[in-house]
């Protein structure tokens, strides 16, 4: 399918398999020339590094690139110095294997939400300030997602954080289905996308549709998470980055909030490439349906 965008296609590794083959397979059967790098091999972060001459080889022979770390950095408890130092090191070995790999996004959180992001607003910047210098050394660039399970929740919030620090090495990683998770109720499209669209440097894609305080995942195209309308003004844009599938729903089971909010591994990508498959055409229909 010949598909009129400038922005490209790509998956999270674990959102399909653990198995070097069947990602290859995956990506072949879509045409897609990049993956983004979560878990795989059954190993997150810091013990991917240890593959990361094996996943180089495995990049080199099938002519795949890594279009981004999906690395959890700051997906921990903002009080807690031991888990910042700890995660101090998990951005460390992300951005390794970033220079690696021969990519320049890596992915960071706020912290998990424990109060109001106004309130701890300023605590947030201040620990974001040691990644920013590590990762501006090396020319990498920041992209923090809007995750509402951590202080940064939702397009607002995120715009704002992002102007509030003011490190030009730090942009969005929008993700309109986490949208739908969103405690303020804020809205995929116009109200979250135009907030942060002068920042968005990657995107993720999920769908589904949210049930008074829970949010069910379906298929892409099948929820509320108006991916038509984003990827459409996306286009607009002219935004050229990768659009990422973050499948987040399986066939035949209902993956739970602890494995949400730390995706990865065996467990989690139980059934993953099925519903992935379905989840890319229904992404494809999506795209063919903005012209």
Sequence with gaps: MKLNIKFKLSFITDEVSQDLGEVREFAGSFNIDAIEIRTILDKGFPEILGEKNVLKKFLQDNGLKVCAIASPTFKCDIDSAEEYE????????????????????????????????EDYKRTIIEKFRRIVEMAEKQGVTIIVEN?????????????????SLGASSVKALWDPGNELMDEEGEDPFPTGFNYVKKFIKHVHVKDGVREGSETRFLKVGE?????????????????????????HWRVTRSLKEPMLRTPGGKEFSSGAYAASYISMQGLLEVISRIG
């Design 223 to 247: 929820g509320q998470a108006k991916i038509g309308e984003n990827l459409k003004a996306l286009k607009e844009i002219g935004y050229e980055g990768y659009v990422s599938l973050e499948t």
């Design 147 to 163: 995750e509402p399970s951590t202080f940064v929740g939702n397009g607002r919030m995120l715009a704002d954080f992002i102007n």
């Design 86 to 117: 700890k995660h101090i090191e998990i951005f460390r070995s992300a951005l390794e294997l970033a220079g690696h790999l021969d990519t320049q996004l890596v992915r960071a959180f706020t912290f998990w939400k424990k109060g109001r992001y």
